[in-house]
C-alpha cells in the first residue's frame, strides 16, 4: 500500500509561484496514474490535474490550465506541481493521489484513486 505525503505548500500574494511536491513515504508508485486535487472550504474536492503512469499524457482542469504544470520523476520517486500565476481562486488544500495499475489513461474522477495523502494547505491572498 503506498502512502503519499505531499508539501510545498503556503501563503502567497496574487501572480506568485509555489512547487508542490508528492513522495509516497513507503513504496513506490511507479506504476501508479498520478493527480492532484484541491478542496476549497465548502466545496467539493475538484480534480487539478493528471498525469498517465508513463508519464506520457498529462491533463488539466480549465481552470488551471497554462498556469499549472504536473511532472512526475521515477527516478526519485516523486510527483510535482509547478503552480504558476496564481489567484486567490486558487487558494485551497490540495491533495496527491495514485491509482495503481492504469496505462496510459489519466483520470479525472476521485472515486478512481485508492491511495491519497493528507493534502498541503495553498493560501492566495490579493
Known amino acids: 500500500q503506498v502512502t503519499l505525503v505531499e508539501s510545498g505548500g503556503g501563503s502567497v500574494q496574487t501572480g506568485d509561484s509555489l512547487r508542490l511536491s508528492c513522495v509516497p513515504s513507503?513504496?513506490?508508485?511507479?506504476?501508479?496514474?498520478l493527480a492532484w486535487f484541491r478542496q476549497a472550504p465548502g466545496s467539493d474536492a475538484e480534480f487539478v490535474a493528471g498525469?498517465?503512469?508513463?508519464?506520457?499524457?498529462?491533463d488539466y482542469a480549465d481552470s488551471v490550465k497554462g498556469r499549472f504544470t504536473i511532472s512526475r520523476d521515477t527516478a526519485s520517486n516523486e510527483m510535482a506541481l509547478q503552480m504558476d500565476s496564481l489567484k486567490p481562486e486558487d487558494t485551497a488544500v490540495y491533495y496527491c493521489?495514485?491509482?495503481?495499475?492504469?496505462?496510459?489513461?489519466?483520470?479525472?474522477?476521485?472515486?478512481?484513486?485508492?491511495?491519497w495523502g493528507r493534502g498541503t494547505q495553498v493560501t492566495v491572498s490579493s
Open positions: 493521489a495514485a491509482r495503481l495499475g492504469a496505462g496510459t489513461e489519466i483520470f479525472r474522477a476521485r472515486r478512481y484513486y485508492t491511495n
Open positions: 513507503r513504496g513506490t508508485f511507479a506504476n501508479h496514474a
Open positions: 498525469v498517465s503512469r508513463n508519464g506520457g499524457r498529462t
